[in-house]
Each structure stands twice: as C-alpha cells, then as structure tokens.
C-alpha cells in the first residue's frame, strides 16, 4: 500500500490512513505501507537547499529532502500502535534500499528484504519511506520528484507483493486529468505501455519509472483513492484503476467490461521550454554538434524541427528540453556558439505539451488528423508535433493548455456523457 503527499499531509488524514491500512491488516494481508511526504512539504525543503546554497551538492541536497518521509513514516507507525497494531518503520538506509549515487535522481538497484519479511511474517505491519534509498557511498539517496511510487513498486516487487494499490486524492487513472476536464471518465483498466506513455507525457498520477519498473517486474498496480468513507468497496474489489498487460486487457475487452477507443488518454506537459537556434549552417553533423554536448549533460531534449533550409544553407533548429534545464542548456551552447555556427538563441517557457495516447492508434490512421483539426477549429496554434506508436504530441501556447485539453477530449468522444448517451 502506498500512500501519497495529500494523503498524509496531517495527523488527521494519517489517522484516516492508519484505518485504512488496519482494516486491510485485519482481512488477513500481510502489508507493507510505503508513504510519501505531507504534501508541499518536499518542495518547501528544496527551497531550504537553494536558499543555503543555490550550486547545492546533490549529496546534501538528499540529506534534506529525504527527511519528509522518514517523519510521516515514523508518524504512521505511531498511529497505527495507538490503533492497537504492530507497526514499525523502516528507513530506506535499514533494510536497505540499495541505490546507484546518482544523488537527486537515483534509481533502486535492490532491496534486501529478509528482515523486513521475517517482520511481516511475524504480524508487524511495516512502514517505509517513500523516495530514500542508500547509496554505494554509503549515504542517502533520493529518486527523483515524485519517486515514492517507485519505492513502493520496487518493495512489492522485492516482497513478492499480491498487488501494490497506490492510494492518492483521486479514485483512479482518468481518461484525462479530473482536475482539468470534468467530463473525465474513470478508466477500469489501462495497459501498462500507456500508462508508461501517458505518465512520461505528464500524466503524474503516477511517476513514469514506476511504470517501467512494474511492467518489468509484473507488479500487479492499483490506482484508488484514500479519501473514502467506511461503507467504501474494499481495495481487494478492485475499486480503483488496474494497470494489466495487454493480453489481460484483451480479456477485458472480450467480456465487455470496456470498451476500447482509439485514443485512451490525454495529457498535458508544461514542464517543457522551447529552444530555436537560428541559422545554422544546412550540412551533415550540424545537428549533432548542438545535441552531442546536451546528451553528455544529461539533458533530455524531446521534441525536435529542423525548418526548410533558408538561403545560403542555414537553417532553423528548434526543440524542447525540460524546463528545470533551460539555463544549462543555453549555457552549454553558448559555449559551443562558434563550433555550432548559430546566429541566436531563442527560448520560450510558455509551451505546453498536449499528448494523446492510445494502443488503438497501432491498427487505426486519422487519429493525428483528428487532433489537428479538432485544434484549428478552435484557432490553436500548433508550433512542433512528434510522433510514437500509440502517441501524438503537439507543441503550443501554455494558455491554450486547458482549452486544448478539453477540446481534444470531446474529438475524442471520451466525455463521460457520451458514454452514458
Ligand atoms: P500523490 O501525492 O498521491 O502521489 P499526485 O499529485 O502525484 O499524488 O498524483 C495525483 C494527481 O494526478 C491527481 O490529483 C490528478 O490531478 C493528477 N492526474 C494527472 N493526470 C491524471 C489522470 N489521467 N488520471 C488521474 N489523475 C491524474
Ligand atoms: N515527496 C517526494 C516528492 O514530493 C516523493 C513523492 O511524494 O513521491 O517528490
Ligand atoms: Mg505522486
């Protein structure tokens, strides 16, 4: 059972928690609960780090930001003892969760789960912090905003878990943000190549790695909420979202159960900034030149046009790269002006990225065109479009962002009232 930044952000919503995680304890689970910290907590940390020092040491910077979760840990141990149940934590350094040192981004590399199974066994219900590992150095690492999913599918890989429910503030994986489109519909079942798309294109219900590291693993997933009442249908009816492989979906779709459609689900992206370099020269190994020195930094450049060439042979490069490596990546070519041989940068921060995904889209054309359509109608602007097998990607203004959104999801006859009609 894993439970995010919401819904332990408080005494009171732990105290919920706390019954939620007793009641499964008492249906005669064996149960490992890895928690995340109170919401808004970690980003109040990272601001602590840039205060104390803006070039922070990564190293120290997972010192800090690690210690959201060990409080909620340990505070849900205690309210689970006062409930009258054994519970203890487990600090990500103790069992341990080994990690490679990439400190801020680490990634689990296994996780010695003797001790905690021998614990387990004995009826102790374990508590363990999301989103900490331990390094090869021997410190403490963190994996990555939004990690605590990963921690808790990693644990229920290392445990043999039946299922990993991930509890959050919305009661499933929705066609598309229930926040942004009212009409959006609860899906039963997403296969875990979309969710994988849809969580890397920014659906963040759940983080893109997790996804990952479940398909590999065969970690049975479920998405629910934790904000429910007594009379609630018990985790175990599968009242929230489950991620299945393709053959288990075909199953469900042969019973009936859903329906499939071209497109499963949208996503929107506004993480992403938008890099031009003007005139490039128009010859062999330009474009290499600008993303050599971007993928030795690390720097993960998505969507990319190169324009018509324009007289003299120089040409217009334009991509995107995440927001949080917007000033690096100028820098870095910057650098490599002369050797580049560009006229200017030009950047922009206010790009959104809208995706469309769906495994329909392998065995059916005219999804893109309805996209593009569905968006000139309504006078958006699309800058850069790229492409996947189950997904379209288009570029435009981030004030267009909940418009697009809303508008792609009626092309797509995904609003909830067309189901019902
Ligand atoms: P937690 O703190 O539990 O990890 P997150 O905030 O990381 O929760 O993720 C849950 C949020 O993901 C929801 O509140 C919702 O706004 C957002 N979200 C984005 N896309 C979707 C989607 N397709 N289905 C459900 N939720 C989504
Ligand atoms: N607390 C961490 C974050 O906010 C990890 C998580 O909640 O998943 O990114
Ligand atoms: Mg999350």
């Not at 929705?174 to 519909?185: E, F, L, M, N």
């Not at 820098?331 to 995706?355: M, P, Q, V």
């Amino acid at each position: 059972m894993k439970f995010g930044g919401t819904s332990m952000a408080g005494t009171e919503r732990i105290r919920r928690v706390a019954n939620i995680v007793r009641k499964q304890a008492a249906g005669g689970h064996e149960v490992a609960v890895v928690v995340s910290a109170m919401a808004g907590e970690t980003d109040r940390l990272v601001n602590f780090c840039r205060e104390a020092n803006p070039l922070y040491d990564p190293a120290e910077y997972d010192v800090v930001v690690a210690s959201g979760e060990q409080v909620t840990s340990g505070l849900l141990a205690l309210t689970l003892q006062a409930l009258g149940c054994k519970a203890r934590s487990w600090l990500g350094w103790q069992l341990p969760i080994h990690t490679i040192e990439a400190h801020a981004k680490a990634r689990i590399e296994d996780i010695d789960s003797e001790a905690l199974l021998a614990s387990m066994a004995a009826g102790e219900i374990a508590v363990i912090p999301g989103f900490q590992g331990l390094g090869h150095d021997n410190r403490v690492t963190t994996l990555g905003r939004g990690g605590s999913d990963t921690s808790a599918v990693a644990v229920a890989a290392a445990i043999g878990a039946d299922r990993c429910d991930i509890y959050t503030d919305v009661d499933g994986v929705y066609t598309t943000d229930p926040r942004i489109v009212a009409k959006a519909r609860k899906l039963k079942a997403v296969t875990y190549e979309e969710m994988l798309e849809l969580a890397s294109v920014g659906a963040k219900v759940l983080q893109t790695r997790s996804v990952g590291l479940a398909m590999k693993e065969g970690v049975r997933v479920q998405v629910l909420s934790s904000f429910i009442g007594d009379d609630a249908v018990p985790a175990d009816e599968i009242p929230g979202t489950m991620i299945v492989s393709e053959s288990e979906m075909e199953e469900i779709l042969e019973r009936g159960e859903m329906e499939r459609q071209h497109v499963t689900g949208i996503a929107h992206d506004k993480n992403e900034a938008k890099v031009i370099l003007t005139r490039v020269p128009d010859r062999p190994g330009a474009v290499a030149h600008i993303f050599e020195p971007l993928a030795a930094a690390s720097i993960n450049v998505d969507m990319i046009i190169q324009n018509v060439g324009r007289d003299k042979g120089e040409t217009d490069v334009t991509f995107t790269v995440p927001m949080a490596d917007l000033a690096r990546a100028q820098a870095l070519l910057e650098d490599r002006r002369e050797e580049i041989g560009f006229n200017r940068i030009i950047t922009d921060s206010k790009i959104a990225k809208i995706s469309v995904v769906g495994v329909g889209m392998k065995s059916h054309a005219g999804v893109a065109a309805t996209m593009f359509k569905a968006l000139a109608e309504r006078g958006i602007n699309i800058q850069a479009i790229s492409t996947s097998e189950i997904k379209v990607s288009v570029m435009i203004d981030e004030d267009e962002t909940e418009l697009a959104v809303r508008v792609l999801h009626t092309a797509y006859g995904l609003d909830a009232s067309d189901e019902a009609a």
